[in-house]
């Protein structure tokens, strides 16, 4: 973040120096006369960063690490967390619908409460010896699954909830410092002044974290100790060693939770983005979600389709980026509804088309799934260097005078 308004600092001393705007050399320099009815640059950047850093620091949900890490350790792991929601926040809201239909899925199954469900989708079970008690095998093992349920049913919500550091205090501070941004955005909109780029990014994060919030919302939050459950002695057959993680589970995992090389038995945590899915069914639906939010997410950055930016160039490359943002999730969220098609009764309509587009959809697909992240990351280089000349009244504040009935 120091970094970033530092970028702001320079960028607000070039935009001083040549305050006339690119686009159209008649337009007004980007300036405001109104002391009383004005933003600062500063202003701009540091209202959005502290939205993204509240929407993310609050809505990043990590599992539960393995024992006897560092202050340092467990820092740079959030912040880890933390990145990954800023340059895929759909990545996120994907992961956390998974670890929800693993949490519906657990509750319904065996009784207990939604906060039951999440410990177990995040690893906050473990044997006694160590390992984590999160996968399905574990739990319908005849010898030792029924004394593992019987111990989490016995364990009540309070006891849970009080490893999570943060309650619904801080998560609603949070969320109101992104419905506040909203409003400030919606109130631009109504009078007419422009947003910048900055802004538009800013919104379609707070917008999408609001979907990380409701999914976690019953979630215990920076959770660092497990809680033992099962027999006092543990007759598994192996004790719980830390072991690294493989780095060909590194994507299959990140995107989509599978860690076909992870073994409970011999680890002291689950994964990062481990979410239990393998459990349960229906998991297509936490797809789904995960797509039309990242459909949304992209939606938003085209808003600003029609919207001024310091050279052609500029405008043409938000514009191709926002779309493919837009396109690509709709495009998987697409192919997995026509995939649950051929399950059905027109089955043999939908494998004539399929078998005829298969060949251009996957390359196409396959080609914006490559460009994808590329695409994102020139968003956030944008919403930034076009600071460098703002839209004649981007400086101009909010008349909230307007709003307040008075004679």
């Not at 205090?169 to 409003?183: D, E, N, P, Y």
């Not at 060909?248 to 073994?263: A, F, S, W």
Request: glycine residues 6%.
């Amino acid at each position: 973040m120091l970094f970033l308004l530092l970028l702001t600092y320079f960028v607000s001393q070039r935009s001083n120096a040549s305050p006339a705007y690119t686009l159209d050399s008649r337009a007004a320099p980007d300036s405001c006369d109104d002391i009383n009815n004005c933003r600062r640059l500063f202003d701009i950047v540091w209202g959005c960063l502290t939205t993204i850093f509240a929407c993310t620091w609050v809505s990043v949900h990590p599992n539960v690490p393995p024992p006897n890490q560092t202050v340092l350790s467990l820092l740079w792991r959030r912040l880890g967390m933390m990145l990954v929601a800023v340059i895929a926040p759909e990545l996120m809201v994907c992961f956390a619908a998974r670890q929800f239909v693993t949490t519906r899925w657990f509750s319904k199954k065996f009784g207990v409460s939604i906060t039951h469900g999440f410990f177990f989708s995040m690893g906050g079970f473990v044997s006694r010896i160590g390992h984590p008690i999160a996968t399905k095998k574990q739990i319908e093992d005849p010898l030792l699954g029924p004394e593992y349920i019987s111990a989490i049913t016995q364990i009540s919500i309070e006891d849970i909830m009080d490893k999570s550091k943060g309650d619904v205090l801080s998560k609603g501070i949070a969320l109101m410092q992104g419905l506040w941004f909203t409003v400030q955005c919606l109130a631009r909109i109504s009078q007419h002044l422009p947003i910048t780029a900055l802004e538009v990014t800013t919104l379609a994060f707070a917008i999408v974290n609001v979907f990380t919030w409701l999914l976690w919302w019953g979630k215990p939050l920076d959770v660092q100790q497990p809680v033992p459950v099962g027999p006092s002695e543990d007759r598994s057959e192996t004790g719980p060693i830390s072991v690294p993680s493989n780095w060909e589970d590194l994507v299959p995992g990140t995107l989509g939770g599978h860690y076909p090389h992870y073994n409970p038995m011999v680890s002291t945590a689950v994964p990062s983005f481990w979410s239990g899915t393998e459990a349960c069914n229906g998991i297509h639906v936490a797809y789904l979600v995960a797509c039309a939010v990242g459909t949304i997410f992209g939606t938003i950055h085209c808003a600003a389709w029609t919207s001024k930016f310091p050279s052609t160039g500029e405008i043409w490359i938000w514009r191709s980026c926002s779309l493919l943002v837009a396109t690509v999730p709709a495009a998987a969220g697409f192919d997995l509804v026509t995939g649950s098609v051929m399950d059905s009764s027109s089955a043999h309509y939908w494998a004539k088309v399929r078998k005829f587009l298969v060949p251009i959809w996957y390359f196409g697909f396959g080609l914006g799934f490559l460009i994808y992240p590329i695409a994102r990351l020139f968003l956030i280089i944008l919403s930034f260097i076009t600071l460098r000349a703002l839209p004649p009244g981007a400086l101009t504040d909010i008349d909230w005078s307007v709003y307040i009935p008075h004679l």
